[in-house]
Structure formats: structure tokens, C-alpha cells
């Protein structure tokens, strides 16, 4: 792996190894979806909050990927920074701030197609569980793996949570999902963005980059949508899945 491919501190930076990339199946069982930047036109729904409250993280961002603190470490520092008046948020307030973050162009069709021909979907997003919950209902997903904050018995943010998908290993994720759902890694098909969806393309029959924000994963992908257009993922599904059947 080229490292003049990465635009940041990223996979390709950090000398993993990962399992040899499965075959392509001869057909598509399960769809797995990054959210941030792929479903919702946000780069981060952590940084969305973070907006919201005029606070910024990229010191915390900075450490998290040079491997000085851990996921856990990383929400702690987020939530802490979110607090008003030294007050935990609830996740009522969360949930508010979350709804103003807009669909990606294409996600409602191409969902709705996906769900009419009965292929299992799946979130699988190092982003707010409470925001991939929400989408996974509005959109007929199946399944959602994404990071959860938890809260005291008020409701409030306690700053402690669930990571259920490690932001630099997502591929982790994918072979949880794939041995709990009994469908081999070669019949899945993966959408990311950034660098740091490297691992979940390759761990999968079909990496796709959808609007590549760095050009590392663009290197990795098996296909590329350039568009912000969620809906051209079809044709791509198409090529290795009759929707027609």
C-alpha cells in the first residue's frame, strides 16, 4: 500500500494487515452503508454537534489517530465539550440537533428500491447510534452498527459509551456481521467515503467509494461514484445482483 495515496493519518498509515479481500459471490445477501457522508450529507455527525455548540475536536482528532487515546477516550472528550453551563445535554436535545441533518441526495430512492427487492441493508458507522437508529427506521434498514451514548437515569450524556464500530477498524465490524448473520464477507457489498473505510471495503466482495473524500480509498474501491447521488449505487448492485429477480 502507497502512502502517497492518503491525504491524512489514516489506514494506509498505520501498516495494518488485513485478511485477504474475499472473492466477489455470485450474488449480493447483505448492503453495508457507512452513514456519515454516504446516507446523510454530513462529513461527521460528531462534528455536526460540535457546529451546533461552536465547540471543535480536532485536538481530541489529533490524538485519536496518533494512537493516544482510544475510542472510549475520544467520546469522553466530546461529550465533555458539549456540556452547558457544566450541565450533561439530554439525548432529547441530541435527537433535535441530529434532525437537522439532511439525506444524502439519492439515499431515500436507492433505499427503497433495495428494500422492495428484499436485500438485507445494514448501517455500519463509527458515527451516533441515536441518528443511525433513526435513519435505519425511516428507511427500512435492517440492521445498525454504530456507537451509542449512554446517559444517566435524567437522560443526560454521562460522557461514557458503546463502540460498537472502531473508527480505524471497521472491518472488525463487518466479520462480527457477517459470522452473527451467517452470510460470507464475498456476498457483501460496502459503501464508504474516507480513508478511515479502507478496512471495510477490502474486508468485503464489493468496495464501493461514494464520493471519495480522500484519495486513498478511491485506490482501494472496487467501484467509484464520483456524484453526491446515492441513487447511482443501483446500476453498480445491478452489475453484480439482478434487481429484477
Not at 149 to 165: F, K, S
Not at 168 to 188: C, F, M, N, Q
Request: with cysteine; proline share 2%.
Amino acid at each position: 500500500m502507497n502512502k502517497e495515496y492518503c491525504n491524512s493519518h489514516c489506514f494506509l498509515t498505520r501498516n495494518l494487515s488485513m485478511k485477504m479481500k474475499p472473492k466477489v459471490g455470485s450474488k449480493i445477501s447483505l448492503i453495508l452503508f457507512d452513514m456519515d457522508g454516504v446516507l446523510v450529507d454530513t462529513i461527521s455527525s460528531w462534528r455536526f454537534i460540535h457546529n451546533y455548540f461552536s465547540t471543535d475536536n480536532q485536538e481530541s482528532v489529533k490524538a485519536y489517530i496518533n494512537g493516544e487515546i482510544d475510542d472510549y477516550e475520544f467520546i469522553r472528550k466530546d461529550v465533555n465539550k458539549w456540556r452547558v453551563n457544566n450541565i450533561s445535554i439530554t439525548n432529547e436535545l441530541l435527537g433535535t440537533i441530529l434532525k437537522d441533518i439532511s439525506y444524502m441526495k439519492g439515499a431515500e430512492a436507492c433505499l427503497k428500491r433495495l428494500y422492495k427487492k428484499d436485500i438485507k441493508t445494514a448501517i455500519v458507522s463509527a458515527g451516533i447510534k441515536l441518528l443511525a437508529n433513526r435513519i435505519a427506521k425511516e428507511l427500512h434498514i435492517d440492521y445498525v452498527y454504530a456507537n451509542e451514548l449512554l446517559v444517566d437515569m435524567n437522560n443526560r450524556l454521562t460522557g461514557e459509551g458503546i463502540v460498537q464500530v472502531p473508527l480505524k477498524h471497521k472491518d472488525r465490524a463487518v466479520y462480527d456481521i457477517s459470522t452473527s448473520l451467517g452470510i460470507p464477507t464475498k456476498e457483501i457489498l460496502a459503501v464508504g467515503n474516507s480513508c478511515f473505510d479502507i478496512p471495510l471495503l477490502l474486508s468485503v466482495g464489493i468496495g464501493v467509494a461514494f464520493n471519495p473524500e480522500d484519495d486513498c480509498i478511491a485506490k482501494y474501491a472496487d467501484e467509484i461514484i464520483y456524484q453526491k447521488d446515492l441513487s447511482l449505487l443501483l446500476p453498480i448492485i445491478e452489475k453484480y445482483h439482478n434487481l429484477d429477480e
